[in-house]
T-cell receptor, first 113, second 114 residues
Framework: GNSVTQMEGPVTLSEEAFLTINCTYTATGYPSLFWYVQYPGEGLQLLLKATKADDKGSNKGFEATYRKETTSFHLEKGSVQVSDSAVYFCALRLDSSASKIIFGSGTRLSIRP | NAGVTQTPKFRVLKTGQSMTLLCAQDMNHEYMYWYRQDPGMGLRLIHYSVGEGTTAKGEVPDGYNVSRLKKQNFLLGLESAAPSQTSVYFC?????????????FGPGTRLTVT
C-alpha cells in the first residue's frame, strides 16, 4: 500500500548545526511530496513541496529533493535556529480523487541555544 | 480572513457522552477533512468531503459521523465517546486537486474522554 516512513525522533541539535530528517515513501503512480511543520500548540503548516521527480522544494532555508530512484524526500537545512524547534511531517498526495494526503509519523526537532 | 477555525479548543467528556466538533473555513474550498493525531502515529484521516452534501470514510471512521450541509462547515460527531477517542482532532480544507494543491489546517481540538 501507500505509506510514508520518516526517521524517529526526537532529534536534538545545537543552534547553527546542519539538519537532515530522512523520509522515504511507498506509492503507486507518481505522488506529490510535502513537508509540513507543526509548531507547539498549533495546526500543521505547509513548509515545502515537490510535484515531480528531481524537483526541489525550498522555503525558510529548508530544502528537499524528490528522488524517484530512491523513493526519498529528505529534509535539510544548513544552519538551524531555536525557532525551528517543531514537529516535522513528511507526506504524500496521490493523484486521485479527494486529494487525500498520507502523513508520516512525525519527527520532533529541538534546537539548543 | 480567518482561514480554518475549529470549536471548541478543548473538551473533556465522560464515556458514553456525545459531542460535535465544528470546523469552518472561509476560503471557499471544495474539500474538507477531519484527522486525529495520536503520539507516534502522525495524522490519520477519519472522514472527508469533496463538496457540500457529500462525505466519505477515511482510514479510521469507526465511532464518528460527519455532515457537510454548507460548503464552509464540516461537523464531526461522536455519538458515544470512548477513552480510545482521546486525541487531538484537526480539520483541514483544500481546493480541488492540482499541482499547486495544499491542505490548510485548523488549530486543533484537544479531546479527553474519561
Amino acid at each position: 500500500g501507500n505509506s510514508v516512513t520518516q526517521m524517529e525522533g526526537p532529534v536534538t541539535l545545537s543552534e547553527e548545526a546542519f539538519l537532515t530528517i530522512n523520509c522515504t515513501y511507498t506509492a503507486t503512480g507518481y505522488p506529490s511530496l510535502f513537508w509540513y511543520v507543526q509548531y507547539p500548540g498549533e495546526g500543521l503548516q505547509l513548509l515545502l513541496k515537490a510535484t515531480k521527480a528531481d524537483d526541489k522544494g525550498s522555503n525558510k532555508g529548508f530544502e528537499a529533493t524528490y528522488r524517484k530512484e530512491t523513493t526519498s524526500f529528505h529534509l535539510e537545512k544548513g544552519s538551524v535556529q531555536v525557532s525551528d524547534s517543531a514537529v516535522y511531517f513528511c507526506a504524500l498526495r496521490l493523484d486521485s480523487s479527494a486529494s487525500k494526503i498520507i502523513f508520516g509519523s512525525g519527527t520532533r526537532l529541538s534546537i539548543r541555544p | 480572513n480567518a482561514g480554518v477555525t475549529q470549536t471548541p479548543k478543548f473538551r473533556v467528556l465522560k464515556t458514553g457522552q456525545s459531542m460535535t466538533l465544528l470546523c469552518a473555513q472561509d476560503m471557499n474550498h471544495e474539500y474538507m477533512y477531519w484527522y486525529r493525531q495520536d503520539p507516534g502515529m502522525g495524522l490519520r484521516l477519519i472522514h472527508y468531503s469533496v463538496g457540500e452534501g457529500t462525505t466519505a470514510k477515511g482510514e479510521v471512521p469507526d465511532g464518528y459521523n460527519v455532515s457537510r450541509l454548507k460548503k464552509q462547515n464540516f461537523l464531526l460527531g461522536l455519538e458515544s465517546a470512548a477513552p480510545s477517542q482521546t486525541s487531538v482532532y484537526f480539520c483541514a480544507s483544500g481546493l480541488r486537486g492540482g499541482s499547486s494543491y495544499e491542505q490548510y489546517f485548523g488549530p486543533g481540538t484537544r479531546l479527553t474522554v474519561t
